[in-house]
């Protein structure tokens, strides 16, 4: 049968291959992902706690995509790092934060 607009009809569509495609399973590595405060006028707090020990990459982009702040920690359950972007414009930021194969973001307001 071919389906068109929701109607069937009695003729065959013509044959296609097709590419089967699957979403992983996230591990959850992830326990805490804290940025506070947020809003911030300068000061801010990243907090991160990990159900496994995991390589983990922080980074900080403005919403053009320029890269502002880069540190990585290997093998690590636990990270508090302190930023201060007193020095930068007032708007939005975008923190992005690799976990292993897992990747999260969190935007942060600068005032």
Do not use: W
């Not at 992902?33 to 300068?42: K, S």
């Not at 995991?54 to 890269?67: C, D, F, H, K, L």
């Not at 093998?75 to 975008?94: A, H, M």
Request: charged share 20%; glycine share 4%; aromatic share 10%.
């Amino acid at each position: 049968m071919k389906v068109v607009n929701g109607s069937c009809t009695s003729s065959e569509s013509a044959s296609f291959s097709a590419v089967y495609t699957g979403i992983k399973n996230a591990t959850n590595s992830v326990k805490v992902f804290e940025v506070y405060p947020n809003p911030t006028e300068g000061r801010l707090v990243l907090n991160l706690n990990l159900t496994k020990s995991a390589s983990v990459q922080i980074r900080m982009y403005t919403p053009e995509g320029r890269e502002l702040y880069v540190k990585s920690f290997v093998s690590t359950r636990n990270v508090y790092e302190e930023l201060s972007i007193s020095d930068y414009s007032k708007g939005i930021y975008i923190i992005k934060l690799n976990v292993d194969d897992e990747v999260y973001y969190h935007k942060v307001v600068k005032q």
